[in-house]
């Protein structure tokens, strides 16, 4: 709590248990721009996730990168460009805890997986005008393709909170698709895809109820109660694993 108070990191083991989850219920993984692409500004067919990450963290290098190449599998990040390299302004200030650099950012494009545009400086765009927004979304957006020699092909709005201007000057920038979340946010429009934030505080069940409820699209699907059904299957084996640790912690 005392290093990451707003619960952004999520622990690994807990990070790999939804991912096996998500498998197990039979889900496809895709990029934010594949998903953009076979929703093409209405629902896309069911089954489909994205994992994407705001900010840039250390962790996505040190942690998600490895996770993800053992089981196969892709995700978007999104990327604050003026924040590379330095300290996390999210955690606490002595935990020594910062940025991706881009040599960091670099190995994850060698991966094949997607870098995403997410403003400079990290403001409220809700909050900016137009052309306060296009200066942060257009500048994001250059500073990635210069330094990793890739397409930048989406967007993340920083906090969630996005207005008018903000929309249009992603539009205008160019992007294909740009990100949002919370609970009711977002449509299916190219510029406002919804997702689901999925913290360090969630519990599996919480974890399976975003899941189960995600706008709809996903819970009357194969894999949807499918996921459902795995709840009961996750906690069988947390408690065998409980148990496990407790014969060897005690003879």
Known sequence: MGVDPGFLRIPPDVFCAQLEVLLDSGFQFVTVAELAELADGRRPPPGRIALSFDDGMDDNYEVVLPILQEYGLTATFYVATGLIGKPNPWMAPDSGIRMMTVSELEALVAEG???????????????????????????????????????????????????????????????????????????????????????????????????????????????????????????????????????????
């Open 113 to 251: 997986f997607e870098i995403g545009a997410h403003t400079v400086t990290h403001p409220d765009l809700s909050q900016l005008d137009i052309e306060s927004c296009l200066h942060e979304v257009r500048e994001s957006r250059r500073m990635l393709e210069e330094a990793l020699g890739v397409r930048v092909r989406t967007f993340a709005y920083p906090f969630c909170h996005y207005g008018p201007a903000a929309v249009s000057a992603v539009a205008a920038a160019g992007f294909e698709a740009a990100v949002t979340c919370g609970t009711g946010a977002g449509t299916w429009d190219r510029y406002e895809l919804p997702r689901t934030i999925v913290t360090g505080k969630d519990g599996m069940p919480i974890f399976l109820l975003k899941l189960a409820g995600f706008h709809g699209a996903i819970s009357g699907s194969p894999p949807g109660r499918a996921a459902r059904a795995l709840s009961r299957r996750y906690r069988d084996r947390r408690r065998r694993r409980i148990e496990e640790r407790r014969s060897l912690d005690f003879g």
